[in-house]
């Protein structure tokens, strides 16, 4: 079934939880992803994953994360904001659940305002690879920067996975550590870890979503996952001309395997598609 429906939540949520009942702690990892990706407003599956990042995981930012998306996605479900207060005593005591979340709402504040800080930076900027758009960000000298590169990318590696120990839910940073192991290091599986936690981080961020699904189908050469990644993409930024010529140029290399395929008329979405077309097409 979740090969036929690669993006249905409910199959994707209950094969997690098959593979969790058998030990596989990394599937479970990436199909309870995938099913918060599905759809992100299900408050349920949100505390089930982050029930299970916190028992299996031990990873109590992550989990303290997921576990607010999934009351702030269904305020009104009691068991919901039930196992959200369980896990709050758990981690704080009776007394520290307001200092807990003070403490993580004032990280969320500090995270946005390095967002914006290296979100300006690559704006103006326009460099050749995640090293040297991170050397911009640093106010680290960019001829430098180009002629040391290669001596320098176990450095760079150190300073995204220290920004993103600091802020484990930043997608920022998570996107670019992703670009930086696709495009420097060539370690797409472990790019797609951290694009699928940079979209849980932030849902509706069309072109990290985008990024993804052109991941997917050169990682997994899964025309129907990436398929439903790449009109995701499309739904949250239609306005976004580099997301809609990604998808463009998806539907076009994949153009031919479409041609007679059983399930394009479940999945694929006419609006977006002439869209994309158009866009390929300006």
């Known amino acids: 079934m979740v090969d036929q ?38 408050g349920e599956i949100l505390v089930q994953y982050a029930k299970f990042v916190w028992e299996n995981l031990n990873d109590q930012d992550r989990a ?4 607010e998306r999934a009351a702030q996605a269904a305020p009104q479900d009691s068991h919901v904001l039930a196992a959200y207060a369980s896990f709050l005593w758990e981690i704080g005591g009776d007394g520290e659940e307001d200092e807990a979340l003070q403490d993580h709402i004032q990280i969320e504040e500090e995270e946005r305002k390095k967002e914006i800080e290296i979100s300006t ?17 640093l106010g680290i000298d960019v001829a430098d920067s180009t002629a040391d590169e290669s001596s320098n990318v176990g450095n760079v590696e150190e300073y995204y996975k ?17 670009q930086f192991l696709c495009q420097s290091k060539e370690d ?23 990024q ?35 998808y463009a140029s998806f539907l076009w ?4 395997e479409e041609e007679g395929d059983p399930m394009q008329d479940c999945i694929q979405i006419p609006l977006l598609h002439e869209q994309a077309l158009n866009a390929a097409n300006a």
């Open 212 to 246: 993804y699904a052109k991941l997917v189908w050169e990682l997994h050469h899964d025309r129907n996952k990436a398929l439903c990644y790449f009109e995701r993409a499309v739904e949250a930024t239609p306005g976004d001309s580099h997301v809609l010529a990604a």
């Open 64 to 67: 303290l994360s997921y576990f």
């Open 121 to 137: 930076s690559k704006e103006e900027i326009e460099l050749v690879s995640p090293s040297l758009r991170l050397a911009a960000a």
């Open 5 to 42: 429906y690669p993006c249905h939540p409910l199959f994707l949520k209950n094969y997690a939880q098959v593979l969790q009942s058998k030990g596989d702690l990394q599937g479970a990892v990436e199909y309870y992803s995938r099913a918060t990706l599905a759809d992100p407003e299900d």
């Open 253 to 256: 290399e994949t153009e031919d």
């Open 162 to 178: 220290k920004m993103i120990d600091e802020s484990p839910n930043n997608p920022l940073f998570l996107r670019n550590y992703a």
């Open 188 to 210: 797409l599986p472990a790019a797609e870890e951290f694009y699928m936690r940079a979209i849980l981080a932030d849902p509706r961020d069309g072109e990290i979503i985008s």
